[in-house]
């Protein structure tokens, strides 16, 4: 196959996972009705990540293919946070984070080097956000109601997007981010896996 062959491959795929890459843990949270096991500092930081990557390819002017699945992955991760503070019993928070998060973006773009700072953070706060997980699978020694499925399709996006990235902008950050969240992702899957299998074993 061709690299550009390779390069429409890796976007289209990326895009088709990412339009239903949250779709396991919301169908698991309101089959379970228990937001047991999944981090809500997670998904919030994740959040933040999303929109700063988001706002920084857009900004720069990328190739719309080689980011497309951002909002989708946002809106996602919405209607999870809403599902989470739901089965928390804290869904009147959820004013409070549209507030901070649709505040947060517009800031983004007010000055050049906002947005320049905020992405050489992303990587920090992306990975923060995936220790984050990974801290609540340890201290619980239970993956509940995470879904393996759902991580396990965002280490495949994070792994095409290191290709296409480094066929398209090479953009040093943007490749780190990735690498680094491949990492992550993968060992989040493990994680939930392991203690699922463990679970299983003792019941």
């Not at 943007?174 to 992702?185: H, P």
């Amino acid at each position: 196959m061709s690299v550009s062959g390779m390069l429409h491959f890796a976007n289209l795929s990326t895009l088709l996972v990412c339009m239903v890459l949250k779709f396991p843990q919301m169908f698991v949270l309101m089959q379970s009705k228990s937001s047991e096991g999944v981090s809500l500092h997670s998904l919030i930081l994740e959040l933040i990540g999303f929109i700063v990557f988001n706002t920084y390819q857009v900004y720069y002017d990328y190739p719309l293919p080689t980011y497309l699945e951002y909002p989708i992955l946002i809106a996602q991760d919405a209607i999870l946070l809403l599902l989470i503070l739901h089965y928390n019993g804290n869904l009147k928070q959820s004013l409070f984070y549209a507030s901070l998060f649709t505040g947060g973006w517009q800031l983004l773009t007010l000055e050049k080097w906002i947005i320049d700072w905020a992405m050489s953070l992303c990587t920090f706060i992306s990975a923060a956000s995936k220790m984050t997980q990974l801290r609540c699978l340890w201290s619980s020694k239970d993956s509940g109601q995470v879904s393996a499925l759902t991580w396990g399709l965002a280490t495949y996006t994070c792994l095409a997007r290191i290709y296409t990235t480094a066929v398209t902008s090479a953009d040093t950050q943007v490749l780190v981010r990735f690498v680094v969240m491949t990492i992550l992702n993968g060992w989040v899957t493990a994680a939930v896996l392991y203690y699922r299998r463990r679970r299983t074993k003792q019941d």
